[in-house]
């Protein structure tokens, strides 16, 4: 099985990469190979961040991994937090600090079409590749549900009428940004030819 490391220090990310990928691939994580320590993304694009995360990590353990950035773009706030989205509410703030936040600056505001983006940077064979995966919502006045991380309790999909942390893992994964974004990943590392 085809071995991947991936560029993150998330552990709601990894778990959600291990479910989309069981059974398809070997996912190594920061910890698997001993890594401690921040990996910079000071770019100011999503892609930009992506690829520097699986650019570092490339360059440390020389070995075919691949990094995800993503960004909630609230078209009411022309795109914002985008890629602040984990630092919105400053450096180092809950998840909770940036969803009162965002409450905030979209109170009384009656669009509140939103969507998740996320790019995948893959560096395979030292070739670099991106993906992308996009879905499209509103945030809600208020909070429901507990699954997930992040702005999800405050994220309803379109075609939904609860938000990402009412859903189960299986379903987000199936609709999500990410998911998405992993399906493509997939299929192209389906496609590579066996070594
Ligand atoms: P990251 O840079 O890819 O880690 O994502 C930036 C921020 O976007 C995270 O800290 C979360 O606040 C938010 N985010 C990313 N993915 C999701 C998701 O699937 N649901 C909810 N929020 C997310």
């Not at 989205?85 to 909770?96: K, T």
């Not at 507990?146 to 992040?150: E, I, K, L, R, V």
């Given at each position: 099985m085809k071995k991947?490391?991936?560029?993150?220090?998330?552990?709601?990310?990894?778990?959600?990469?291990?479910?989309?990928?069981?059974?398809?691939f070997e996912i190594l994580s920061l910890?698997?190979?001993d890594?401690?320590?921040?990996i910079p993304e000071t770019s100011p694009t999503i892609e930009g961040n992506a690829i520097q995360k699986a650019q570092f990590i490339h360059d440390l353990f020389n070995m075919d991994c691949f990094?995800?950035?993503t960004g909630l773009e609230v078209e009411a706030l022309n795109g914002e937090p985008g890629v602040y989205?984990?630092?919105?509410?400053?450096?180092?703030?809950?998840?909770?600090a940036n969803i009162a936040k965002l409450l905030e600056?979209?109170?009384?505001?009656?669009?509140r079409k939103a969507r998740f983006r996320t790019v995948i940077a893959l560096i395979v064979d030292n070739q670099l590749f991106t993906f992308e995966g996009i879905v499209n919502g509103e945030i809600s006045a208020r909070q429901s549900g507990?699954?997930?991380?992040?702005y999800d309790?405050?994220?309803?999909?379109?075609?939904?009428?609860v938000s990402f942390a009412e859903m189960d893992a299986a379903l987000k994964n199936k609709i999500s940004h990410r998911g998405l974004a992993t399906a493509k990943l997939i299929e192209f590392l389906e496609g590579l030819p066996l070594k």
């Open positions: 991947l490391l991936l560029a993150t220090n998330n552990a709601h990310k990894l778990e959600e990469i291990h479910q989309i990928t069981k059974g398809r910890k698997d190979v890594f401690v320590g921040e990094a995800d950035d989205s984990a630092r919105y509410a400053g450096e180092s703030c809950s998840f909770q600056a979209l109170d009384r505001k009656i669009n507990n699954a997930g991380f992040g309790p405050i994220f309803i999909p379109v075609g939904y009428k």
